[in-house]
């Protein structure tokens, strides 16, 4: 089964993707985004201006490089992708068929308190919050032992232009996938716990 974690900015698309990765391989195109900025090549670093800013990277580069991690895997989670309805259409054009699609909803007043206090590992990628979701010891990742940092795109001003762009370009699959009855809508204003529990019960029926 490949499904899709759909979202705004910070509304737990990779803390519950990660919960989720002894089912499925956890696809986050921000996360191989990232790798590729890690790198530090020019490739990276035109990536870096893009994402530094809340932009979206163009809609064929970044199916092709979602792609290209993913060939040859099953059970795929996509967390992040796809975030147009182009990049929607690409997929299928690609024969991956997504079989449900999780919709993490939480207001936007949620989403900015959450931001300004997440902590990013920067050699795995797990996500913690100062006080929601704290590392055993600070500044380490609980996982791999990283250290933890704040990304440069969870500034106010760039968290403000990522939900604009959220609203006008990603919004609309809401509805594309609603139309092809796999979307499954969960309260992402709860325990990180309890949103995880309930996607659970979506993954299980039918
Ligand atoms: P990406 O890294 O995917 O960023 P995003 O979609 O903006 O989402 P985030 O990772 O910021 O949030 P999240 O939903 O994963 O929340 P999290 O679990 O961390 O993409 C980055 C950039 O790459 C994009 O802006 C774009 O430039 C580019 N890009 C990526 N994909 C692309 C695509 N398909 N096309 C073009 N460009 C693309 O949680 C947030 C915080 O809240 C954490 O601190 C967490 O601990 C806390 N938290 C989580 N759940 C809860 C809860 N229930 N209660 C309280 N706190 C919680
Ligand atoms: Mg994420």
């Known amino acids: 089964m490949n499904i899709i974690i759909l979202g705004k900015p910070g509304s737990g698309k990779g803390t519950q993707a990660e919960l989720l990765e002894k089912h499925f391989f956890h696809a986050s195109a921000g996360d191989f985004i990232r790798e590729e900025v890690k790198k530090g090549t020019p490739l990276g670093k035109r990536y870096n201006k893009i994402i530094a800013n809340g932009n979206l990277l163009p809609d064929k580069e970044v199916t092709s490089l ?11 989670m996509f967390d992040g992708f796809p975030r147009t309805i182009e990049q929607a259409i690409l997929l299928e054009k690609n024969h991956i068929k997504i079989d449900k699609v999780i919709y993490i909803k939480v207001p936007d007043k949620v989403i900015i308190s ?22 055993k010891k600070k500044g380490v990742c609980d996982f791999c032992k990283g250290k933890l940092y704040v990304r440069d795109d969870d500034k ?12 006008k370009e990603t919004k609309p699959l809401i509805d594309y996938y609603r139309r092809k009855k796999i979307l499954y809508e969960v309260d992402g204003n709860k325990e990180i716990k309890v949103i995880h529990r309930d996607i659970i019960k979506i993954l299980k029926s039918f």
């Open 66 to 76: 979602v792609l290209k991690k993913t060939k040859g895997r099953k059970n795929i």
């Open 114 to 135: 959450r931001l300004s206090k997440r902590m990013t590992c920067e050699k795995c990628g797990a996500v913690f919050h100062q006080t929601v979701n704290p590392p």
């Open 156 to 167: 106010p001003n760039v968290v403000r232009n990522r939900l604009r762009i959220y609203n």
